[in-house]
């Protein structure tokens, strides 16, 4: 086996989730892709927006992080 500097990447294929949410939840999605739109000045699809914010929010979850082990990255 060949000793890379780069080890082998992770499986990146994307997996498609479907949820439910409340309408207050929807409203309040609406309300930050707005608010994003306006502090970057582009607008984003949800289907981007929300893995994103999934991602910051385990990213930033210190206990689970620390329970899940550093070794393993959400994004």
Same mark, same amino acid.
């Given at each position: 086996?060949?000793?890379?500097?780069?080890?082998?990447?992770?499986?990146? &294929?994307? =997996?498609?989730?479907?949820? &439910? =949410? !409340?309408?207050?939840?929807?409203?309040?999605?609406?309300?930050?892709?707005?608010?994003?739109?306006? &502090?970057?000045?582009? @607008? @984003?699809p949800m289907? @981007?927006?929300?893995?994103?914010?999934?991602? !910051?929010?385990?990213?930033?979850?210190? @206990?689970?992080?620390?329970?899940?082990?550093?070794?393993?990255? =959400?994004?």
């Amino acid at each position: 086996m060949p000793n890379l500097k780069l080890s082998r990447l992770p499986d990146r &294929t994307p =997996v498609k989730l479907a949820i &439910t =949410v !409340s309408p207050d939840l929807q409203a309040a999605l609406n309300d930050y892709a707005r608010l994003y739109a306006e &502090t970057y000045g582009r @607008e @984003e699809p949800m289907a @981007e927006l929300i893995p994103a914010m999934l991602a !910051s929010f385990l990213d930033g979850d210190r @206990e689970f992080q620390r329970r899940r082990g550093k070794s393993r990255p =959400v994004a």
